[in-house]
């Protein structure tokens, strides 16, 4: 094959047929999926099953910790995890730049396959195309997946209810912080957090069904997801900041550039908002888990204060934290 993508890969022709039986269908290899028909017949236990899609314009493509392909599988199967289900199936569409690397390429198909194999979920079905050199920044994923709710659960914002713990699944801001270190060359030991979360939602779902609402702090991170809910579940939202765990490291980013860690995006943690009598054994599952040993209680819902976030700092004050007015890290995920 040639060593970089053409526009004749995207044609549909004997290149295309190439691209897919010589790098893709060897990774993604599966019974679904080498049907190769124009969609999948997949296998559902449940009638009530959870849908996501997105897309991935990360840049750089490669970062400490992961790439856009482990990024693309892990934000989907996050996100279905956030809906309480178990993720299935997912689909996968590039749009790939003339003149990419087949090798770099390759590198991103074998992410993907690690990302699905550890979280369980067979990629069933996808699409590839090839636009001119300067119309795409190197390569585009587009996402989407399937689920099945697990049974007790009703994952939503409007079931948060005064009295409710906030935890958080572990330390905030790395995958921002680490991308702005890659970007601004910042020698740091610091690796984007982008993690498949599925096992653990599972498990404490499971063991806590009545858990209200789960929300992973990508875009617009902390502050964002706790002003979303506290403006959907007309509560208020009271956390502390000498509880936030937060990363020396994370830390030192946000000083050198000005950035306030409740807004940098996270890839692999996530906020649950769990009833108080559930509160010290899901944390406890949490701790134990690999993704989820720095998991900590880090606010809860008061009645006061509807639709506001309060932040309480650690010289005893109340700050309000609003909602994010943008993207502060463009091309995060």
Known sequence: ???????????????????????????????????????????????????????????????????????????????????????????????????????????????????ANESGVEIVTGDTKVVAKGQ?????????????????????????????????????????????ASRHGLELNLNSDCAPLNDLTEKILKAAPNISMLRDPTRGGVAAVLNEIATASNVGIIIDEENLPVRDEVRGVCEILGFDVLELANEGKFIAFVPDDDVENVLKIMRSHKYGKNSAIIGEVIDESRGQVGLKTSIGSIRVVDMPLGAIVPRIC
Do not use: Q, W
């Open 136 to 180: 795409c920044d190197g390569i585009f994923i587009n996402t989407a997946g399937i689920g099945e709710i697990i049974e007790g659960t009703k994952i939503n914002p409007h079931t948060v209810k005064a009295g409710m713990k906030i935890l958080i699944s572990g330390t905030i801001g790395d995958h921002s912080a680490a991308i702005l």
């Open 1 to 115: 094959m040639n060593e970089k993508i053409s526009l004749a890969h995207g044609a549909g022709g004997v290149m295309s047929r190439e691209l897919l039986e010589k790098i893709i269908l060897p990774v993604f290899d599966n019974s679904t999926l080498n049907i190769l028909h124009d969609g999948s017949i997949l296998n559902l236990n449940s009638s009530k099953i959870a849908f996501t899609t997105d897309s991935y314009v990360i840049k750089p493509l490669f970062f400490r910790g992961g790439d856009i392909g482990k990024l693309s599988i892990c934000g989907t199967v996050n996100d279905l995890s956030m809906s309480g289900a178990i993720p299935k199936y997912i689909s996968v569409g590039f749009i790939i730049e003339e003149g990419f690397l087949i090798d770099d390429l390759k590198k991103i198909i074998v992410s993907m396959k690690t990302a």
